[in-house]
């Protein structure tokens, strides 16, 4: 697939004044973003600066009270999380959200979960109606497992692997849907310096090798500088700098926001 | 016996996802097989038709339970009540002359709508409230049926059911019956077999674990929910028909009543949540225990000199279920089925304990 055929030249995603309050609370308020085709696009702001809660206005999870958000053109604003996957959207969680009592096998093929057709009679006729397309699907996602260098505890219970590597599985199961949008909410938060080189190179890789567009959210600034193409700054849920990274952060109010706020206190 | 993994490589991902990849679980699987076949051959009638037919058939009906209860994580107390349905449907599809194979896919189809109709509503709301809905299933299908003569057939309340005729036979006989409960059994399980390895069941469990990591990779959680309680809704309503038609011969209210469903829960839970060889055990167990427990009682109350009035004797067993309920939630969830597989799993590197699987 070229990247042409994902959606033409309308950005993959684009927020229109996104606001979302609650219950008083303001967590976003007048939000503009647009993400062009290919783009890595950092997000960033201090703790509780409402990251989080964009993401979840535009996978449907807190649809917001007003604005508009667009994927590839199309206005998406509250249509229901499991609907949003559908159009190609993917995520993963700052705090992990993996199916515990499955082994990363089953978490990863799980991803899959769109482009198969589960079924009580594919079920009960397994044999002839499912063991092909499982088969399929099964190798999509060995090749997400070889991509990320999964190989070693594929078998293994997801509940028992080391955190590192359950944010890896996390971002194969996000893959192995193969979207056309990727969300990544702080992927590295408590990675080694090691493990977080591991992860921005994968980063670059999904972008380059598997066409995704991605809205990275980083609490740090060296990542964000190193691999995005634009970025968004927030503040209490204001945008206080956009554009390149270089310039955004340089800009005073970034400055101030990080010097004053959750960047002294990390 | 002895289990060996060392050796065995596979070489293509169907292979890798075979119901029994080792072979000595598929030795052990076909020897069962045939152990099962060959059982009107060396077993009395009594055995036969009061012990292992029923096992089969409840073993069945606590597989259906455990889709809904260990796949989609969904409580059901109104197990019986389904199972009731299916059981009264049959009866008087075949009453009114429609042959038994089908009257016992419109007793599944007849549960399945109503409990599905029924999960509609109830999973509106969550965890405890969605429990008790469950429990007011039972309770209104409890009172449809005594308050209904059309259903349970009188004041009388006891329905005959008529002879099982497969394909314009007439199956009266012990073994015939008991390959009919056989063939049912060996049905709902592979079916659950084969949900352990299909994207259906994996939906399930994604609901089960987490509904809002389902939503993100598109499982649609209502949906799923409904799949399931349908589905496990079918094979309940035609468990329940085959329950009658093998079993009681005849349908009443008490077969299917509240009682009847803790006794289906304690055989999930005790079996393990989501195990399908416990549910095996757990069925052997809650039907035997009963027997077990009143000749233990009578032993002890002839040795410790002591007395038991009847009423205490009848509830006894229900409290053992209360009991092994909460004791299994509490200390073991994956029941008699994980402790089987502990011991498989020592056994797959017996002598060698300290290799890791
Ligand atoms: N479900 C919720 N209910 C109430 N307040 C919430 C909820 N989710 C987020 N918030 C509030 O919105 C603000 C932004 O939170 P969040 O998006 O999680 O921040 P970030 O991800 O940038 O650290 C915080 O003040 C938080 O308390
Ligand atoms: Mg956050």
Redesign the pocket.
């Known amino acids: 697939m070229t990247l042409k055929d994902r959606g033409g030249d309308a950005p993959v995603l684009e927020c229109r004044s996104v606001e979302r309050r609650?219950?008083g609370?303001v967590?976003l308020n007048g939000i503009d973003m647009c993400i062009e085709r290919g783009e890595i696009f950092g997000l960033v702001?201090p703790?509780?600066?409402?990251?989080?809660?964009l993401t979840n206005a535009i996978t449907g999870f807190?649809p917001p009270q007003r604005g508009r958000i667009l994927l590839n053109g199309r206005d998406i604003t509250g249509l229901a999380p499991h609907y949003v996957a559908t159009l190609g959207v993917a995520r993963t969680f700052?705090n992990l959200a993996l199916f515990n009592g499955m082994s990363v096998l089953d978490n990863i093929l799980l991803g899959r979960h769109i482009h198969m057709k589960p079924s009580v009679g594919r079920t009960a006729l397994y044999w002839w109606l499912a063991r092909g397309d499982e088969t399929l699907n099964r190798a999509a996602v060995e090749d997400v497992i070889d991509f990320l260098q999964l190989e070693g505890v594929r078998d293994e219970l997801v509940d028992g692997i080391p955190i590192g590597l359950k944010k890896r599985v996390e971002l194969a199961r996000a893959l192995a849907a193969e979207p056309s949008f990727l969300i990544l909410d702080e992927p590295m938060a408590g990675m080694n310096q090691e493990e977080k080189e591991y992860m921005a190179r994968f980063i670059l890789d999904a972008r380059d090798e598997r066409n995704v567009t991605v809205l990275l959210i980083e609490h740090h600034m060296d990542v964000i500088t190193g691999i995005c193409d634009r970025m968004l700054a927030l503040n209490y849920?204001e945008m206080i700098g956009s554009g390149v990274p270089a310039d955004v952060v340089a800009d005073p109010r970034v400055v101030e926001a990080y010097i004053g706020g959750a960047h002294a206190t990390r | 016996m002895l289990f060996r993994q060392a050796g065995i490589f596979h070489t293509d991902y169907s292979a890798d996802r075979a119901l029994f990849p080792i072979p000595a679980d598929r030795w052990m699987i076909g020897s069962l097989l045939l152990l099962a076949l060959a059982a009107p051959l060396y077993m009395n009638t009594l055995y036969l038709s009061s012990y292992l037919l029923p096992w089969l058939v409840w073993t069945a009906g606590a597989l259906g339970l455990n889709l809904i209860l260990g796949w989609a994580g969904q409580f059901h107390l109104g197990y019986a009540a389904v199972m009731g349905i299916g059981a009264y449907a049959a009866v008087h599809a075949s009453r009114a002359g429609i042959p038994w194979e089908i009257a016992i896919v419109l007793a599944g189809i007849t549960a399945a709508v109503i409990g599905s109709v029924f999960a509609f509503a109830a999973l509106r709301v969550k965890g405890l409230y969605l429990a008790l809905s469950t429990l007011a299933l039972q309770f209104v299908m409890d009172w449809t049926i005594s308050h209904v003569p059309a259903i349970s057939g009188g004041t009388q309340a006891t329905l005959q059911a008529p002879d099982i005729r497969l394909l314009g036979w007439a199956v009266t006989s012990d073994a015939g019956l008991y390959y009919v409960a056989l063939v049912w059994c060996v049905l709902v399980t592979s079916f659950m077999l084969n949900l352990r390895r299909t994207a259906l069941g994996r939906a399930l469990v994604a609901v089960r674990e987490k509904d809002y990591a389902a939503a993100v990779i598109g499982v649609n959680s209502f949906y799923f929910k409904l799949v399931a309680f349908a589905t496990s809704s079918f094979i309940g309503g035609v468990t329940g028909a085959i329950l009658v038609g093998t079993f009681y011969h005849a349908v009443t209210p008490e077969q299917f009543s509240v009682d009847v469903s803790i006794q289906a829960l304690a055989m999930v839970i005790v079996g393990g949540l989501g195990s399908i060889i416990g549910s095996y055990f757990g069925a052997a167990f809650i039907l035997l225990m009963p027997g077990v427990m009143n000749s233990f009682i009578s032993w002890a109350a002839t040795k410790f000199g002591f007395s038991l009035g009847i009423e205490t004797l009848a509830h006894l067993p229900q409290a053992f279920y209360g009991a092994l309920i909460i004791g299994f939630l509490l200390i073991e969830p994956l029941g008699l089925g994980k402790i089987y597989n502990n011991i498989r799993d020592y056994l797959l590197v017996w002598p060698f304990g300290y290799t890791k699987k």
């Open positions: 609650f219950s609370i967590a702001g703790n509780g600066c409402g990251k989080t809660t807190y700052q849920g």
